[in-house]
């Protein structure tokens, strides 16, 4: 399934700031960066479950927050891309 990751974490402290690239280290882990704080994450149920806990884990509950959007496994129809930057087809081929 596609989740789409959104987050904002409060960066007025230098905690915030460490726990800004911790989450988007946890991000870049499983999906790929799509906007600063955008994440497009291809997983299974239970690979879902083990990072979302992550993210919960690095966060503060009471200055950051974030949002899922789970677009399933139709997801091809359901995003469309305008502008620059190449969209990213987590089903593609990975060439290294």
């Not at 992550?54 to 509950?61: G, H, K, N, Q, Y």
Request: glycine share 6%; with cysteine; hydrophobic share 40%.
């Amino acid at each position: 399934m596609l989740v789409v990751v959104c987050y904002d974490v409060s960066t007025v402290e230098v905690a915030g700031e460490r726990r800004l690239r911790r989450v988007a280290k946890v991000c870049e882990d499983v999906g790929q960066r799509v906007q600063k704080s955008v994440f497009e994450c291809l997983v299974e149920p239970a690979q879902w479950e083990y990072f979302k806990a992550r993210l919960i884990e690095t966060i503060d509950l009471k200055e950051d927050s974030l949002r899922f959007y789970f677009l399933g496994s139709q997801w091809k129809r359901r995003v469309e891309h305008i502008g620059t930057n190449r969209p990213w087809d987590p089903e593609g081929v990975l060439i290294l």
